[in-house]
């Protein structure tokens, strides 16, 4: 009789895979190779994960998981009073930290794999949720759902296109004045305009 499985070894597993992936790219994705890499047999993986779709599914899945965490994690999202601009600032921050810097470069490669069609019909969760969340806290301080749904379109895209712009130059001064004036403009949507009196 097979071994029942056990869900918390298979998010142990999961997020292992996930941390080799963001060392090595997801080219590195196959089960025998992943298994060498986490010191287990294939069997062990195969135990959780029938074969490289089903691991590939569960890798996504899982990334939903901890992408939405982090999102909810992100201090100030709720904070009306506080401008989205310094909020982005901070996440930016969070992102390219040495200690999330290899996620980060794991999720914009992610992104490229399901815009180029690679991940077949699996497009990560994420990305949708991204743009909801952020629409939230647009509507939160005071921009209708429409409005809110297009800026925070643009402010993810925008935002994923400096992180990559920086994470394959380098250039840290130029992408971050960039990152000023999107975090400026994003402020834009939201002030209040002065009462005259």
Partial sequence: MPRPRDPHRRTEILDAVLD??????????????????????????????????????????????????????????DDTARGIGAVVRDSWD?????????????????????????????????LADRADFVAGA??????????????????????????ADFLTTGDRERVEAALEELCALADSWTERPASTS
């Fill in 20 to 77: 080799h992936l963001a060392e090595h790219g997801m080219s590195g994705l196959s089960m025998r190779p992943i298994a060498q890499a986490l010191g287990q047999s294939t069997r062990v993986l195969t135990h959780h994960f029938a074969d490289k779709d089903a691991l590939l599914a569960a890798l996504l899945s899982r990334l939903d998981e901890v992408q939405h965490e982090q999102l909810h994690a992100t201090e100030g999202w």
């Fill in 94 to 126: 969070r992102h390219l930290a040495p200690e999330n810097i290899a996620r980060t470069r794991l999720v914009l490669e992610i992104e490229g794999l399901a815009a180029a069609g690679r991940l077949g019909d699996r497009v990560p969760a994420f």
């Fill in 138 to 163: 647009l509507t939160a301080r005071g921009l209708a759902l429409g409005p809110a749904r297009v800026k925070a379109t643009f402010l993810n895209g925008a935002y994923s296109g400096l992180q």
